[in-house]
Each structure stands twice: as C-alpha cells, then as structure tokens.
C-alpha cells in the first residue's frame, strides 16, 4: 500500500501518492466505504472501492534505448536515407554540419538534413552516378541531436556505406 494525500475541490477528488510509483507496474486504488460524502442537503456516504477490480492503472515504462540505424540508402540521385529501428523527433532541426558525406572519396556538400518517420535525410547539393562509392558520417552533439520521441539520443558513426542503386544523375 502506497499512503496518499486527498483532496477535494468542488465534484473534484484528487489522490496524490506519497510516494513515487514504479515503473510499468498495475495499482489500483481503494476507497473506504464512507470515506466520502455527497455535500448536497440530503447527500449520502460513497460505497467505496476495494480490491484490484475495482479501479486499476498501469505505470508506463520509460524508454531508454537509443534508436540504431538499420541501413543507409539513396533514397533519390541526392538524397541518402539513414533508417533507423524506432521512430525520430523530426520536431529537431537537423545541423547539416554533424553530417559528412564522400562521394568517391571526394568531400561533398550538404544542403538539408531533416527527420521523418523512423529515418534520417541527408540532401546533397549535387547528385550521384550508379556505381559511386558514398560514405556518410555523423557526429552527434548535444545540440539538435538525432534522437527518438523519449529524447534517447542515436549513436555517432563514421565513413557508412551507403548503398547506391541509383540509375540516374
């Protein structure tokens, strides 16, 4: 049994826990038969609750884990794609300056990098031919970070592959 302090504000109960509740744990609350009266003129005492079938809640879990990148692709002659195992916060706006990209082992320039879904996309100014080689890095900083929807941030990598099936400049 968790101790709780109880409040009442017009046809509000609040029940505040005089204790942290654990993680991904059921609770459930008990109400002493007369533990609370209707305040009209001709109110009555409240049944009560008791027992874990009466009014039970479950604790989330938080999420801990950080987001791993799955695969990197080009998703268009100019854009890479770094997917991940689990959704992103696209509410960040991506630095460009975290990520790095080398076509062929040439230094190319980034314009745009942004989150949707569970991926990341890496715009380059100019486009790439089938066949070249094209590694991405990431830095991760503190700042705008590639991170899941629980704020874990993604590890950084250096020099990935990235598959190139693109047909077209």
């Not at 990209?101 to 980034?110: F, K, P």
């Amino acid at each position: 049994a968790i101790p709780a302090t109880v409040t009442t504000s017009g046809n509000q109960l609040t029940i505040i826990p005089s204790a942290g509740l654990q993680e991904g744990t059921t609770y459930y609350v008990d109400i002493a038969s007369g533990a609370i009266a209707d305040q009209a003129p001709n109110g009555g005492l409240y049944t009560g609750l008791n027992g874990a079938l009466s009014w039970t809640f479950q604790t989330l879990v938080s999420d801990k884990t950080s987001p791993v990148i799955q695969s990197s692709t080009m998703y268009s002659n100019s854009v890479i794609r770094l997917q991940y195992n689990k959704a992103l916060d696209s509410s960040i706006n991506l630095l460009t300056s975290t990520f790095a990209v080398n076509v062929n082992g040439e230094t190319r320039t980034i314009s745009n990098a942004y989150v949707s879904g569970d991926s990341v996309y890496v715009t380059l100014e100019t486009g790439v031919a089938v066949g070249q080689v094209i590694r991405v890095s990431y830095s991760g900083s503190s700042v705008r970070p590639v991170q899941d929807l629980s704020k874990n941030v993604t590890a950084s990598f250096s020099n990935r592959e990235v598959k190139n099936g693109i047909d077209s400049v």
